[in-house]
């Protein structure tokens, strides 16, 4: 045998052994990944389209910067004035922002940076609170690890300063009668029935934070004049530094507290007078007070009577004359023929001037609510009142001047209207 014929008989025993080796390797190997899935995806969060600026630094011509159009659904807005308002959200945990100067034509995004997380939108009034367009705050809760914080700003959400309240409880309201006073009331344990509250002040604009009363160590036995553990607080209000006002829900007639010293001290207020037409109630809904004219003497707060059996609410409206002293019941004749979702209390501009909608129907009333006249010109909104069948918040500014916010909760969808006419025809904003 020659010296090449044995190198060939070497070269093909090799390539057999090769072979081989591979074939077990590739028999051993495990079986390769599955393709993954498709993952549902929740539906799209659905608003409409906004055009956004860019805010000026001097702050005196919106139309300088440059606009762009954003795509958000609107959860929350409140009226500052017949031109300013605000409209919020949140998406992937961060809240959305947006202010108008000019009643809805362009916004700024005022926003909070994205790294402070928020695992539920804002409501006014209780996570969200404005004096004017330069003073804000806004009431991030605590979750996980982290704390109440709140965020405050004075030059209208250009930037944002934070602070700590000391408290991880819920906060139930928010209420500031001027850029530096202001009030936070929070609960913890609550049931149906009650809940233990806590009252914060700040004098220096929410830098800093101190408790001015607690019931958590409540003994009916002894003098005591917190808010009581029993009912469950719906709304907050302050007439000046000193006098003010705390709504509770009992589930029978709606009960007040009255504080005439910043809140460490309070007191029952007038009781609020048995109506017939809450006689049937199968739960009594309470509202929070609000006062219409900077003398604060003139006010109301909606009550709404609820019938489990129906699924219903019909609603009516205690008046207040001498700043809250004296509550004077007024049945407003408004009951809704269907289940129906829109069913939100009404709104009142003055102590004559209210609007309510019952069964896809605007009505207004110009004497307190005594008689409400349907306001039924209007084909845009009874089109978007059957297609958005939930009603998250109206609001009038003026006589003529009022904002709408309805939803597809399910579909996470919403529509932000406006009317420039008292109600008689509106346009989706």
Known sequence: ???????????????????????????SSPPPEP?????PTEAPEEGQTITLITP???????ESGPKYQVQTRITGFHLLSETVGMVWG???????LYV???NGATWANISPAPNVQFTSTPVYGKGIFFTDPNHGWIIRSAFGTTENIVLRTTDGGKSWKISSLGDDNDVTSVYFNSPTQGWLLTSSNATSNKENKALYSTSDGGATWEEVMQNEQYNPNLPNHSIPLTG???GMIFKNRVDGFVTLQTGALPKIFMT???GQSWNPGPPFLLNERLEGCDRVITGKPEFFNDSKSNGWMDVGCHNDKEKKITYHGYFTANGGENWKFTPFGLKSQTEGNHQIAPTFLNSQFGWAIIDNT???????????????????LQSKLVEYPEAVKMQFISSELGWLLLEKKEQKRSLLLQTTNGGISWRVM
């Open 100 to 102: 108008t100067h000019d």
């Open 90 to 96: 949140v998406t992937k945990n961060e809240l959305r």
């Open 260 to 262: 005439k010293d910043g």
């Open 1 to 27: 045998m020659t010296s090449r014929t044995a190198g060939l008989k070497t070269l093909r025993m090799f390539m057999m052994l090769f072979f081989l080796a591979w074939i077990v390797s590739a028999c």
């Open 35 to 39: 393709s993954p899935q498709p993952q």
């Open 232 to 234: 469950v607080s719906t």
């Open 362 to 380: 605007l009505y207004h009333t110009v004497n307190q609510g005594n008689t409400w006249l349907p306001l039924t010109e209007g084909s845009v």
């Open 56 to 62: 000026p630094s001097n702050n005196t011509n919106n």
